[in-house]
């Protein structure tokens, strides 16, 4: 037998905005291990938050252990299982990046996108921001362009060529 | 008609391994996919002339309404015979006019070929969205072959260039055709045009599809990019955009016109663009002196000419029309190749240069005149045939009351040609004529005139002789031209039917035909006068520059976007997102809130008492993670709210969680401390700034808005879970106890296959990450230590870990070498019996794989990375990888007997002294879970402790040439 009451316990409540608070303030800093402890607590807020919508406390849902108390619901928690297994890989792999900032750059903060900056850079001055063939102007005219394409012709090839 | 289309297309697929093979020669073989569409034209001939017209109709998507639909009715008939026949003639040619050893000669093949296959399509098609797709297909090989040496900057600009004006209109046309099939309920062609839709959806169609042959057949304004395409080789020029894509836009206009030119303004537009560009194309072939770029803005010209005809709506003007189309194709096809032929012999196409060809090259000075004289117009030539037929019928419509509109069409046709005979004599006399002086055109350098120094092979002169051969001889039987072409012009649904002939009588049309021959000879004989009255003309600012400054501002306008939303900050970014979560949300229940339309929400102080201690406990540490400044407090302040959130796991009734929860803090804690040795011990001093009461206020709001998420998610429910039924279904079919477990391996066992794959990618990553230039290093056993050959090997008695004399002497403590000795069999043990217990009590294949990896880090701590390599002799993608492979793979095997992937199945197996045993497939799932799991935790450990102990020994210097490598 599973719960099926699902009315939220307030302390679990406060938890879990507890941790997300904490975990989004953290997450906009720029060190990137201070942001891989806020992606920390925000995953354990948001686990707590599936544990409880998925219903009140009960037994462990094992059958056979719980007797006739009602058992608390097993779907939310083999789904915050492997959130939680998730949870680890993906930090594992923020801290190598904060390691990796760090062996090159001496800090682990997280930089301003540079190409990004350029972009809004040359935007804002109206200049191009890249080159663009279709876009530029020669000034050439269609003659003085076609003079420039000639084939890779038949005879090329034949020692010719000094005779253009 | 499928046949032929996909021998083309397999042509084109075999065209590289073929010129790799048979070099030049292998345009002939590629020469037979035209060569059979045009032989199946022609196969054709009696079934199109009795109407009945070759189908097929495979279905290809049924849901998009989208089937391979092909007919050949007289329209088709006659394009596929341009395309086809002109196709393989060019191909022919192709094989004379490069060099051996040209550039990229197997991919031009390749192309060129494809597109004769989608051109083929194009005509053919029968469907309105295959329509499309053929169009496009056009539109993306012209792109490829007019950009074919995309080394030069002025060939890139042309291909750009065209791609885009194309693609535009391409797209336009498609919102038309859609309008067509939606409006009348159908998606095939020819039922459309039976049955047009009318009013709006009748405008709209006919102004899409006008625009979309406007760009296709380089229409004014859209006439820039085919003079600027003839950056293309010229025998792509010859095909291209003489007979077949620039035909595509005259094709789609005659194709609509029986079922679109009742509408007053398919016939104003059409009349408008067709027109203008008679003149425009007309007025500015006269004033270029290379040759291409004289037949360029002749076939703009042209094309305005077609379009005009084929649109206009009546009989007699289209059979004119369609008689011109293939009339066209022939001489224009034939002045390209000529033109190829002259740059052959003279490496020059700059006709100021050229003298005296037409004694060098008879022949192809010959095929040039009969080519020219069909363009202007002299008889006995198809041109002539099809001029006089369209004189012929407009003046017969002019004569007998008809709108305005065609008189201005008449009035056009007649100045249009005037100069059509201009510059088709000044092409002729321009190519092969001789000149006299500077003044009379010649060398413009005053060099001496270029002579033909090459010799002409036959594969050179023998097309273009054909094609003008072939012009000559259908007008010498105008009534065959008639009776074929008819049938279509007759499906037009005004004026009266006209009539192909040689000889008509003295007619108006025959007086207007000298006139016009006679002015056109008049301007050519003043042609200095007439080049330098153009040049005093003030000449307006080109189509193209217009282009040109409207992609400029579109470039403009992208870097505008982009630097306002990409500002290159995380911060910002993740802001964004949150504020997202936060506001959407949270506007909806403050609005609720405030309109007092909200559902009461039922709270319960807690479960458990013991709950509120707890939550106690993570919101203090939560809060104090926040302000810490130190790195080393900051991470074991997280690592407490972690295994508090543990513990209202166990409170909620959740053991497996409160398990995995406290090993993964644990995994976690261990691998952050390992890289914490490496990174300074205070995060950056950064002062004050207003952004922290930013973030302040951004991290209240959504630790508020998920609160009321929470709050108001039992709202959601209503129905009853699923989960009700999951303990009967767990022992049932899973046979076990523990739902949790049977739940990850059975029940939702995909879940966690999509998981172990996460976290074989992560595990990947971070190895990436750190190990730089290959997966992960060699496995460290002792034998390879430093030191190691020191010894007299093998393990010696006293000694607690093996490697722990790799350590340096402060590094090591015994006690903690004694402890590791007496606690990892232990620990390894605990782990399987939590995989196997896991199926009916806490437990399973995550917590034992983590408590391994527990063990392992335990091992790696107390005796080095070498004690790590001699735990573990193997690398981590070997368990990541078998890991997977049990629990995805081995789920698999239940397909064999036909059941679900990754269903379980239960043996109850007899084991002599064990007794019954009782086994559950799924354990191989859990088996491989744990293996993933230990192999996860083992290259973390790898990684970040083991790999960064030994760069940290490295000299600074070393470090730095390691950082260097891969930027």
Same mark, same amino acid.
């Given at each position: 037998?599973?719960?099926?009451?699902?009315?939220?316990?307030?302390?679990?409540?406060?938890?879990?905005?507890?941790?997300?608070?904490?975990?989004?303030?953290?997450?906009?800093?720029?060190?990137?291990?201070?942001?891989?402890?806020?992606?920390?607590?925000?995953?354990?807020?948001?686990?707590?938050?599936?544990?409880?919508?998925?219903?009140?406390?009960?037994?462990?849902?094992?059958?056979?252990?719980?007797?006739?108390?009602?058992?608390?619901?097993?779907?939310?928690?083999?789904?915050?299982?492997?959130?939680?297994?998730?949870?680890?890989?993906?930090?594992?792999?923020?801290?190598?990046?904060?390691?990796?900032?760090?062996?090159?750059?001496?800090?682990?903060?997280?930089?301003?996108?540079?190409?990004?900056?350029?972009?809004?850079?040359?935007?804002?001055?109206?200049?191009?921001?890249?080159?663009?063939?279709?876009?530029?102007?020669?000034?050439?005219?269609?003659?003085?362009?076609?003079?420039?394409?000639?084939?890779?012709?038949?005879?090329?090839?034949?020692?010719?060529?000094?005779?253009? | 008609?499928?046949?032929?289309?996909?021998?083309?297309?397999?042509?084109?697929?075999?065209?590289?391994?073929?010129?790799?093979?048979?070099?030049?020669?292998?345009?002939?073989?590629?020469?037979?996919?035209?060569?059979?569409?045009?032989?199946?034209?022609?196969?054709?001939?009696?079934? &199109?002339?009795?109407?009945?017209?070759? $189908?097929?109709?495979?279905?290809?998507?049924?849901?998009?309404?989208?089937?391979?639909?092909?007919?050949?009715?007289?329209?088709?008939?006659?394009?596929?015979?341009?395309?086809?026949?002109?196709?393989?003639?060019?191909?022919?040619?192709?094989?004379? !006019?490069?060099?051996?050893?040209?550039?990229?000669?197997?991919?031009?093949?390749?192309?060129?070929?494809?597109?004769?296959?989608?051109?083929?399509? @194009?005509? #053919?098609?029968?469907?309105?969205?295959?329509?499309?797709?053929?169009?496009?297909?056009?539109?993306?090989? =012209?792109?490829?072959?007019?950009?074919?040496?995309?080394?030069?900057?002025?060939?890139?600009?042309?291909?750009?260039?065209?791609?885009?004006?194309?693609?535009?209109?391409?797209?336009?046309?498609?919102?038309?055709?859609?309008?067509?099939?939606?409006?009348?309920?159908?998606?095939?062609?020819?039922?459309?045009?039976?049955?047009?839709?009318?009013?709006?959806?009748?405008?709209?169609?006919?102004?899409?599809?006008?625009?979309?042959?406007?760009?296709?057949?380089?229409?004014?304004?859209?006439?820039?990019?085919?003079?600027?395409?003839?950056?293309?080789?010229?025998?792509?020029?010859?095909? %291209?955009?003489?007979?077949?894509?620039?035909?595509?836009?005259?094709? @789609?206009?005659?194709?609509?016109?029986?079922?679109?030119?009742?509408?007053?303004?398919?016939?104003?537009?059409?009349?408008?663009?067709?027109?203008?560009?008679?003149? #425009?194309?007309?007025?500015?072939?006269?004033?270029?002196?290379?040759?291409?770029?004289?037949?360029?803005?002749?076939?703009?010209?042209?094309?305005?000419?077609?379009?005009?005809?084929?649109?206009?709506?009546?009989?007699?003007?289209?059979?004119?029309?369609?008689?011109?189309?293939?009339?066209?194709?022939?001489?224009?096809?034939?002045?390209?190749?000529?033109?190829?032929?002259?740059?052959?012999?003279?490496?020059?196409?700059?006709?100021?240069?050229?003298?005296? @060809?037409?004694?060098?090259?008879?022949?192809?000075?010959?095929?040039?005149?009969?080519?020219?004289?069909?363009?202007?117009?002299?008889?006995?030539?198809?041109? !002539?045939?099809?001029?006089?037929?369209?004189?012929?019928?407009?003046?017969?419509?002019?004569?007998?009351?008809?709108?305005?509109?065609?008189?201005?069409?008449?009035?056009?046709? +007649?100045?249009?040609?005037?100069?059509?005979?201009?510059?088709?004599?000044?092409?002729?006399?321009?190519?092969?004529?001789?000149?006299?002086?500077?003044?009379?055109?010649?060398?413009?350098?005053?060099?001496?005139?270029?002579?033909?120094?090459?010799?002409?092979?036959?594969?050179?002169?023998?097309?273009?002789?054909?094609?003008?051969?072939?012009?000559?001889?259908?007008?010498?039987?105008?009534?065959?031209?008639?009776?074929?072409?008819?049938?279509?012009?007759?499906?037009?649904?005004?004026?009266?039917?006209?009539?192909?002939?040689?000889?008509?009588?003295?007619?108006?049309?025959?007086?207007?035909?000298?006139?016009?021959?006679?002015?056109?000879?008049?301007?050519?004989?003043?042609? +200095?006068?007439?080049?330098?009255?153009?040049?005093?003309?003030?000449?307006?600012?080109?189509?193209?520059?217009?282009?040109?400054?409207?992609?400029?501002?579109?470039?403009?306008?992208?870097?505008?976007?982009?630097?306002?939303?990409?500002?290159?900050?995380?911060?910002?970014?993740?802001?964004?997102?949150?504020?997202?979560?936060? $506001?959407?949300?949270?506007?909806?229940? @403050?609005?609720?809130?405030?309109?007092?339309?909200?559902?009461?929400?039922?709270?319960?102080?807690?479960?458990?008492?013991?709950?509120?201690?707890?939550?106690?406990?993570?919101?203090?540490?939560?809060?104090?993670?926040?302000?810490?400044?130190?790195?080393?407090? /900051?991470?074991?302040? &997280?690592?407490?709210?972690?295994?508090?959130?543990?513990?209202?796991?166990?409170?909620?009734? /959740?053991?497996?969680?409160?398990?995995?929860?406290?090993?993964?803090?644990?995994?976690?804690?261990?691998?952050?401390?390992?890289?914490?040795?490496?990174?300074?011990?205070?995060?950056?001093?950064?002062?004050?700034?207003?952004?922290?009461?930013?973030?302040?206020?951004?991290?209240?709001?959504?630790?508020?808005?998920?609160?009321?998420?929470?709050?108001?998610?039992?709202?959601?429910?209503?129905?009853?879970?699923?989960?009700?039924?999951?303990?009967?279904?767990?022992?049932?079919?899973?046979?076990?106890?523990?739902?949790?477990?049977?739940?990850?391996?059975?029940?939702?066992?995909?879940?966690? $296959?999509?998981? %172990?794959?996460?976290?074989?990618?992560?595990?990947?990553?971070?190895? =990436?990450?750190?190990?730089?230039?290959?997966? =992960?290093?060699?496995?460290?056993?002792?034998?390879?230590?430093?030191?190691?050959?020191?010894?007299?090997?093998?393990?010696?008695?006293?000694?607690?870990?093996?490697?722990?004399?790799?350590?340096?002497?402060?590094?090591?403590?015994?006690?903690?070498?004694?402890?590791?000795?007496?606690?990892?069999?232990?620990?390894?043990?605990?782990?399987?019996?939590?995989?196997?217990?896991?199926?009916?009590?806490?437990?399973?294949?995550?917590?034992?794989?983590?408590?391994?990896?527990?063990?392992?880090?335990?091992?790696?701590?107390?005796?080095?990375? !070498?004690?790590?390599?001699?735990?573990?002799? $193997?690398?981590?993608? %070997?368990?990541?990888?078998?890991?997977?492979?049990?629990?995805?793979?081995?789920?698999?095997?239940?397909?064999?007997?036909?059941?679900?992937?990754?269903?379980?199945?239960? !043996?109850?197996?007899?084991?002599?002294?064990?007794?019954?045993?009782?086994?559950?497939?799924?354990?191989?799932?859990?088996?491989? &879970?744990?293996?993933?799991?230990?192999?996860?935790?083992?290259?973390?450990?790898?990684?970040?402790?083991?790999?960064?102990?030994?760069?940290?020994?490295?000299?600074?210097?070393?470090?730095?040439?390691?950082?260097?490598?891969?930027?």
């Amino acid at each position: 037998m599973i719960v099926l009451e699902n009315t939220p316990s307030a302390v679990l409540v406060l938890a879990v905005g507890v941790l997300c608070g904490a975990g989004v303030y953290l997450l906009l800093e720029r060190p990137l291990t201070r942001v891989l402890l806020g992606f920390i607590l925000l995953s354990n807020g948001v686990n707590l938050m599936l544990l409880v919508a998925g219903g009140r406390a009960g037994a462990s849902p094992i059958v056979g252990n719980a007797g006739d108390e009602p058992m608390s619901d097993p779907l939310a928690q083999a789904m915050t299982l492997t959130a939680i297994v998730i949870t680890l890989g993906l930090s594992a792999f923020i801290l190598a990046l904060a390691y990796r900032s760090w062996q090159l750059h001496g800090h682990d903060e997280v930089a301003d996108d540079v190409e990004d900056r350029r972009v809004a850079r040359q935007a804002a001055l109206n200049a191009p921001a890249y080159e663009d063939a279709d876009a530029a102007e020669t000034g050439e005219s269609l003659d003085e362009e076609a003079a420039t394409v000639h084939d890779e012709v038949a005879g090329d090839d034949a020692g010719t060529e000094a005779g253009r | 008609m499928l046949p032929v289309l996909l021998l083309t297309f397999a042509l084109a697929l075999s065209a590289p391994v073929l010129v790799a093979r048979l070099g030049r020669r292998a345009f002939w073989i590629l020469a037979l996919g035209p060569a059979a569409a045009a032989g199946y034209a022609l196969a054709s001939t009696t079934a &199109v002339l009795d109407g009945r017209y070759p $189908v097929t109709s495979i279905p290809w998507v049924p849901g998009l309404d989208l089937s391979l639909d092909l007919r050949l009715d007289a329209l088709s008939w006659l394009m596929l015979l341009v395309v086809g026949g002109v196709g393989a003639l060019v191909l022919v040619y192709c094989s004379a !006019y490069f060099a051996r050893d040209a550039f990229g000669t197997g991919r031009f093949a390749a192309t060129l070929t494809a597109f004769s296959g989608a051109m083929i399509g @194009l005509v #053919v098609a029968d469907d309105l969205l295959l329509l499309f797709v053929f169009w496009e297909l056009t539109t993306v090989f =012209s792109y490829l072959l007019i950009g074919h040496y995309a080394d030069r900057k002025a060939s890139r600009r042309a291909a750009m260039q065209a791609i885009v004006v194309t693609t535009a209109g391409g797209l336009v046309m498609l919102v038309g055709l859609i309008v067509l099939g939606v409006s009348t309920g159908t998606w095939r062609l020819s039922e459309v045009v039976a049955a047009p839709p009318t009013g709006t959806a009748a405008v709209v169609a006919s102004l899409c599809l006008v625009a979309g042959a406007a760009t296709k057949s380089a229409l004014v304004p859209f006439h820039f990019w085919l003079p600027a395409a003839m950056a293309a080789p010229t025998p792509v020029s010859a095909y %291209l955009h003489a007979a077949a894509m620039v035909k595509a836009g005259v094709y @789609l206009v005659a194709r609509f016109a029986p079922g679109l030119s009742g509408e007053p303004v398919w016939r104003w537009s059409v009349v408008a663009l067709g027109g203008a560009t008679l003149l #425009v194309g007309g007025y500015r072939a006269l004033r270029q002196h290379d040759l291409k770029l004289v037949l360029a803005f002749g076939t703009v010209s042209q094309l305005g000419l077609l379009v005009l005809l084929l649109g206009l709506g009546t009989r007699a003007a289209a059979l004119a029309g369609l008689a011109l189309l293939g009339a066209h194709a022939m001489f224009k096809a034939t002045m390209f190749l000529v033109v190829g032929a002259v740059d052959v012999a003279t490496g020059t196409r700059d006709l100021r240069r050229l003298s005296g @060809l037409w004694r060098a090259m008879p022949v192809t000075a010959a095929a040039g005149l009969l080519a020219t004289a069909s363009m202007i117009g002299v008889p006995p030539t198809a041109g !002539y045939v099809a001029k006089e037929a369209a004189l012929e019928g407009l003046w017969h419509d002019v004569t007998h009351g008809a709108d305005a509109l065609e008189v201005a069409a008449l009035a056009a046709v +007649v100045v249009g040609s005037i100069l059509t005979v201009t510059y088709g004599l000044r092409f002729w006399w321009g190519a092969f004529g001789t000149k006299a002086s500077p003044a009379d055109g010649g060398a413009p350098d005053g060099g001496t005139p270029a002579v033909p120094h090459r010799r002409q092979p036959v594969l050179l002169v023998a097309p273009p002789a054909v094609l003008a051969l072939g012009g000559l001889l259908v007008a010498l039987v105008p009534s065959a031209g008639e009776r074929v072409l008819a049938p279509y012009a007759d499906t037009y649904p005004a004026g009266d039917p006209g009539h192909l002939v040689l000889w008509g009588g003295l007619t108006p049309a025959l007086a207007t035909s000298a006139v016009v021959l006679a002015a056109g000879a008049v301007l050519f004989w003043q042609r +200095v006068r007439v080049e330098r009255w153009q040049s005093a003309m003030p000449s307006p600012r080109g189509a193209d520059v217009v282009y040109r400054r409207s992609m400029r501002r579109l470039d403009d306008l992208a870097a505008d976007v982009t630097g306002a939303t990409q500002r290159g900050s995380l911060p910002f970014y993740l802001g964004i997102v949150l504020v997202v979560l936060a $506001v959407a949300p949270g506007a909806v229940i @403050l609005s609720g809130l405030l309109s007092g339309s909200t559902v009461a929400v039922d709270v319960v102080p807690w479960d458990r008492p013991a709950q509120a201690a707890v939550v106690g406990i993570v919101v203090v540490a939560a809060v104090l993670a926040t302000r810490a400044r130190r790195r080393l407090k /900051a991470v074991v302040l &997280v690592g407490v709210a972690g295994y508090a959130n543990a513990a209202l796991f166990l409170l909620h009734g /959740a053991p497996d969680l409160a398990l995995t929860q406290v090993l993964v803090e644990t995994v976690t804690l261990v691998v952050l401390v390992l890289v914490l040795r490496r990174l300074p011990p205070y995060f950056t001093d950064r002062p004050l700034a207003a952004s922290r009461w930013v973030r302040l206020a951004l991290g209240v709001t959504t630790g508020v808005v998920m609160m009321a998420l929470t709050l108001a998610a039992p709202l959601a429910r209503v129905q009853q879970p699923i989960s009700v039924d999951f303990p009967a279904e767990s022992v049932e079919y899973g046979s076990g106890r523990n739902i949790v477990n049977v739940t990850l391996v059975d029940i939702r066992a995909w879940d966690t $296959v999509g998981e %172990l794959s996460v976290l074989l990618v992560a595990a990947t990553g971070v190895a =990436s990450l750190v190990f730089l230039r290959q997966r =992960s290093g060699a496995v460290l056993r002792l034998s390879r230590a430093p030191g190691a050959d020191r010894d007299d090997g093998g393990p010696r008695r006293g000694v607690w870990l093996a490697a722990g004399r790799t350590l340096t002497p402060e590094r090591r403590s015994v006690m903690f070498e004694i402890v590791t000795r007496l606690v990892f069999h232990a620990m390894v043990v605990f782990a399987l019996f939590l995989l196997f217990s896991g199926h009916n009590s806490t437990g399973g294949g995550f917590a034992a794989g983590m408590v391994v990896g527990i063990a392992l880090a335990v091992r790696y701590l107390a005796g080095g990375r !070498y004690e790590l390599g001699e735990a573990m002799p $193997v690398p981590p993608g %070997l368990l990541l990888g078998t890991g997977l492979f049990l629990s995805a793979g081995v789920g698999l095997v239940a397909l064999l007997g036909g059941n679900e992937v990754l269903e379980s199945f239960t !043996y109850d197996v007899h084991v002599p002294l064990l007794g019954d045993v009782h086994l559950v497939t799924s354990l191989f799932f859990d088996v491989g &879970v744990m293996l993933l799991v230990v192999g996860l935790v083992l290259d973390l450990l790898r990684t970040l402790g083991a790999e960064i102990d030994r760069q940290g020994e490295l000299p600074e210097n070393v470090v730095a040439v390691v950082g260097e490598g891969s930027r």
